[in-house]
Nanobody, 124 residues
């Protein structure tokens, strides 16, 4: 069974930075596309960023492009989300997500496996 465990969330001032990590169990990590989604209070869960199995291709939501960077370490079975210049509207629960493939469908609904989420609060 694949398990995803996020860490690194917390409280940060507006303009600050945080790095989220997600460790994935199992041997298939290096074959998975990995992504981050977030759920802001009162809104539906939304796509933030994704990275191909090799790390060679990345995708970002327009709202985070240029501020957030997704990366992965296939030796450590871990995916990261570096978040810079945080804004109050970035506040929410961030979910790690992984699985095979990537299309508009997965960008909208996510891949097969989900973590439980980690809370990020950017406060002015």
């Amino acid at each position: 069974q694949v398990q995803l465990v996020e860490s690194g969330g917390g409280l940060v001032q507006t303009g600050g930075s945080l790095r989220l990590s997600c460790e994935v169990s199992g041997r298939a990590f290096s074959t998975y596309t990995m992504a981050w989604f977030r759920q802001v209070h009162g809104k539906e869960r939304e796509f933030v960023a994704a990275i191909s199995w090799s790390g060679g291709t990345t995708y970002y939501a327009d709202s985070v492009e240029g501020r957030f960077t997704i990366s992965r370490d296939n030796y450590k079975n871990t995916v990261y989300l570096q978040m810079n210049s945080l804004k109050p509207e970035d506040t929410g629960v961030y979910y790690c997500n992984g699985g095979r493939g990537w299309s508009d469908y997965e960008r909208r609904y996510g891949l097969d496996y989900w973590g439980k989420g980690t809370l990020v609060t950017a406060s002015s």
